[in-house]
Nanobody, 128 residues
Framework: QVQLVESGGGSVQAGGSLRLSCAIS????????MGWFRQAPGQEREGVAI???????????EYADSVKGRFTISQDYVKNTVYLQMNSLKPEDTAMYYC??????????????????WGQGTQVTVSS
């Protein structure tokens, strides 16, 4: 089993920044694909970013069009933590943000069924 615990959410004004953290514990493997999703009230859960290691030990990252150039996913293997740096936040970024992990070493952004483990979420609220 793998446990994921998110933190770092909060309330900010438009244009502000937040950094979300996802602490990974349990039987985790460095090769696991990691992702961030978000879900606003009344809306589907959508993929925000993914990150996984390629065979040449470089990292593949992908972002939803709505966050490209503003959000950055990263991972600290020593701290077993995945981060989502969010800059230039907009009111439409308001949502519950979830960290997810896939047993596979590959995943597709926004494909919930690719992911096997989920955190409880952390709320992000952006006011105009």
């Amino acid at each position: 089993q793998v446990q994921l615990v998110e933190s770092g959410g909060g309330s900010v004004q438009a244009g502000g920044s937040l950094r979300l953290s996802c602490a990974i514990s349990g039987n985790a493997d460095r090769s696991m694909c990691m992702g961030w999703f978000r879900q606003a009230p009344g809306q589907e859960r959508e993929g925000v970013a993914i990150r996984y290691r390629l065979s040449d030990n470089t990292n593949y990252v992908e972002y939803a069009d709505s966050v490209k150039g503003r959000f950055t996913i990263s991972q600290d293997y020593v701290k077993n933590t995945v981060y989502l740096q969010m800059n230039s936040l907009k009111p439409e970024d308001t949502a519950m943000y979830y960290c997810a992990a896939a047993r596979m070493d590959y995943c597709r952004i926004g494909v919930r069924t690719d992911f096997d483990y989920w955190g409880q979420g952390t709320q992000v609220t952006v006011s105009s």
